[in-house]
């Protein structure tokens, strides 16, 4: 469990315009709600602004950025963000570990960019070739999962690879300075790299994952600020529609806000194709896949039921 002390984030209050189509009862409050929005790279909130989708707020937003799930999953547990962006499978140990949370909205998007990396010169051609090899990724990533999968796919058993657990900053370092033979990440880390020339992709996501990630909120955020929640998720939703109409224009968004080259973001953005989707039985059976593969392969101790972990009753239309 995360205490309080491990809280680390960068907050910014943005204070929004009087107008919301949120219910009267909530505009005339004395006080705005705020919500605690936690963020991984600055992803969420560049879609928002770049689509004007933090216009006409009828609360304050508080974002905290991480550089992944796991210390966003903390954050979440902590109660000291309301709501955020996570993957399947981080979202799987957030659960494990007793996280009070619910994922209230549903995307899916290409997963090749959830990759294994080398460096360009490496002689490794194929998953195979892991083989006694040391990869770096955060623990109960995306990245982790994608490795798990794509050894054990290959015909590997976990044990036969050593892995070694690095926030994405230090993992990309410990690659480019030879101190491991390959990365297992994300986007935009992925397109970084790809753009960079820094590395290159050993195995994608393509048929090992089902690209699924979840807008979550904690369960005390659900039961007291649900017209809030359902406010920002739509606005999410919306924001998702218009930057795939400006492509151009989110790309160049993106790069600035989150600080990465403008081709990087392009790259990242276009491959993906992330799609809201509802939160129906081929969403719960697919995580549920993942859930129990993580116990097949002992990440997870007891079989987990996602069943009650989702929240089905928020609205993703516009």
Known sequence: ?????????????????????????????????????????GGLRALLEAAGGLDNLGYDIQWSEFPAAAPLAEALNAAAVDSGPIGDAP?????????????????????????????????????????GKSIATNRGSIGHYVTLKAITTAGLKPDEVNIRFLAPADAKLALTQGAVDAWATWEPYTALAETSQHARVLVNGRDLLPGLSYLAATDAAIAAKRPVLQDFLQRVVKAQAWSYRNVDAYSASLARIIGIPPEAAKLQFERRQQKWVPIDAQVVA?????????????????????????????????
Request: charged letters at 20%; glycine letters at 6%; proline letters at 5%.
């Open 1 to 41: 469990m995360a205490h309080r002390s491990r809280r680390h984030f960068i907050a910014h209050s943005l204070a929004g315009a009087a107008a919301t189509a949120l219910p009267a009862g909530l505009l005339h409050s004395q006080t705005r709600p705020v919500l605690k929005a936690g963020d991984q790279k």
């Open 91 to 131: 979202l799987i140990f957030a659960l494990a570990a007793g996280t009070r949370v619910k994922a209230i909205g549903a995307n899916r998007s290409d997963a090749y960019g959830t990759a294994i990396l080398v460096r360009p010169d490496s002689p490794l051609k194929t998953t195979a070739d892991l083989k």
């Open 286 to 318: 697919d995580q549920q896949r993942t859930a129990d593969f993580y116990r097949q392969v002992g990440l997870i101790q007891q079989p987990l039921d996602v069943r009650p972990t989702f929240d089905a009753s928020f609205v993703t239309g516009a």
